[in-house]
């Protein structure tokens, strides 16, 4: 009888360690999956901050770019104040929640508009940037954008792979023929599709040292030191306070390239970047300052 009663109270024990067993797990896996989604709330909140401080920085962009143009010196150079990248830490919300900002504005004008660009500039620029079959790849390009169904010499065009019509986005170069990923990577900071036929005139002042070259080299060869002892300096560094312009205050652009570039602006690319924590956000648009019209928007 004895040994009935202890069965039966060992029995009872192990069904109680069981049920206690199982009550473990199932706390435990509801404890972890309260604490998944706690952090994908966080993340998600984090993220929805992060968004709001990228979209407040390209607000903070456009402040800046309509406060230069309330200034004195009608010209646009790399020296001024909306030329120089800004960088805030610990900004943003409460103490507890440290956030940055990097805010970067370029001149869409110190790129080459594909759209109203010549043969001969897309071929050295593509030459330049490495890219093979250069030349043939220009001719794909300039078959699909242009507006007649006439193939440039050599190269073929039918109507299932071109457009006739300007590029309303850069990243449509990938849907053209022979045009790689590679290609658009190497060529994307330097071409835009914003500028329509004002474009056929680079700002002189922002442009870069590669796309002052290829330029300098078709229109003016022997105006190339001159310039670039401007815009370089003396020390030929790109970038420093030894750097010069053109315009007003500046120097006088000479009188051989004036058709084929300008001082002025009107067009602004704008990166803003965010993070919060594990949340990061790019916002990357294109601004026309005299319109007040954003042009582009992407977000990543």
């Known amino acids: 009888m004895h040994a009935y009663k202890d069965n039966k109270k060992g029995s009872f024990l192990i069904l109680a360690l069981w049920l206690f067993t199982l009550l473990s797990i199932f706390c435990l896996g509801l404890g972890f999956r309260t604490f998944i ?5 966080k993340l998600l909140l ?7 401080l990228a979209s407040s920085g390209v607000k903070l962009a456009i402040k800046i770019l309509e406060e230069d143009k309330e200034g004195e010196e009608n010209v646009d150079h790399l020296q001024e104040e909306w030329a120089k990248e ?3 830490k610990e900004v943003f919300l409460s103490p507890k929640r440290v956030g940055s900002l990097t805010l ?4 869409e004008y110190s790129r080459l508009d594909i759209n ?3 043969q ?3 071929n050295n620029l593509f030459e330049q940037e490495g890219v093979e079959s250069y030349d043939t790849k220009v001719k794909y390009i300039l078959d699909y954008i242009d507006e007649d169904a006439d193939p440039l010499s050599g190269n073929p065009e039918s109507e299932e792979d071109v457009k006739n019509e300007p590029l309303n986005a850069l990243e449509e170069l990938l849907l053209i023929k022979n045009i790689t990923k590679d290609d658009y990577e190497s060529l994307g900071k330097l071409l835009t599709v914003f500028l329509g036929d004002a474009g056929k005139k680079v700002n002189i002042n922002t442009a870069g040292r590669d796309m002052l070259g290829v330029l300098l080299d078709i229109v003016a060869p022997d105006k190339k030191e001159e310039v ?3 815009r370089f300096g003396l020390n030929g560094i790109e970038g420093d306070e030894d750097d010069g312009y053109y315009g007003e205050g500046g120097e006088d652009v000479p009188s051989e390239i004036e058709n084929d570039f300008k001082t002025t602006t009107d067009i602004f690319r704008i990166k803003s970047e ?3 924590r594990d949340a990061n956000k790019k916002i990357t648009c294109v601004f026309n300052r005299n319109s007040g019209k954003i042009l582009y928007w992407n977000e990543k």
Not at 37 to 41: G, H, N
Not at 104 to 107: F, H, M, R, S, V
Request: glycine share 0%.
């Open 37 to 41: 989604a706690t952090k994908k709330t």
């Open 46 to 52: 984090d993220s929805v901050r992060a968004h709001t």
């Open 86 to 88: 800004k960088e805030e």
């Open 104 to 107: 970067n504005i370029e001149d």
């Open 116 to 118: 109203s660009a010549s």
């Open 120 to 122: 001969e500039k897309l």
């Open 228 to 230: 670039f002892s401007v």
């Open 274 to 276: 965010s993070e919060i």
